[in-house]
């Protein structure tokens, strides 16, 4: 498994300029290591409803890398986006999934389907053909760099783990950062 905090430095380390859109556990993190924040989408208060946000701004900026972090249980809540993203096949989307089998931001509950569930399959049978799975920090930093360049719609599913000193959710406005990101978007 991967630390949460490792995978978060390893997109950082290398997303450039890409848009990143984030929600529920990933957005605990990001916050704290990005090096762009005013490219950055934290998607408050919308649970499940990121990835369809960040397949919106693929489509309405399609010169634009658009990267989104999404947890598993926020997808869990939104699977229909993955059909939608298969779908369209925006060539700049990339959707990562941080996969720690709870409600991490809520307070640990088991996600339904823990353990059982495969989101890397289920992503391929949406349309989505280029999905793949980490549970090896080494191997995803590896890949990653590929897995940005793709000009392909590409789904990655990370096996996560938290440290005990993880990040709370401070929840900001959602609103305000679609206004600084518009602003930037449509200079």
């Not at 490219?39 to 649970?47: N, T």
């Not at 999934?97 to 495969?118: I, N, R």
Request: hydrophobic residues 45%.
């Amino acid at each position: 498994m991967i630390a949460a905090i490792d995978a978060i430095n390893a997109i950082n380390d290398i997303r450039g300029e890409a848009v990143v859109v984030t929600t529920m556990t990933p957005a605990r993190y990001w916050k704290h290591v990005t090096t762009r924040p005013e490219l950055d989408l934290p998607v408050y208060g919308g649970m499940g409803k990121a990835s369809s946000l960040a397949l919106g701004l693929s489509i309405a900026r399609p010169d634009k890398k658009v990267i989104v972090l999404d947890g598993d249980g926020s997808l869990l809540m939104n699977l229909g986006s993955l059909v939608t993203i298969g779908n369209q096949v925006p060539p700049n989307l990339l959707h990562i999934v941080f996969e720690d089998g709870v409600y991490f931001t809520t307070g640990g509950q088991t996600l339904p389907g823990s353990g059982v569930v495969d989101f890397v399959t289920i992503a391929k049978a949406a349309g989505i053909a280029s999905s793949i799975g980490f549970n090896d920090l080494e191997d995803f930093s590896a890949e990653l760099p590929v897995l940005i360049r793709n000009s392909v719609s590409t789904f990655v599913n990370l096996k996560i783990y938290h440290y005990d000193d993880a990040p709370g959710l401070d929840m900001q406005s959602t609103s305000d950062a679609v206004m600084r990101l518009r602003k930037i978007l449509m200079a």
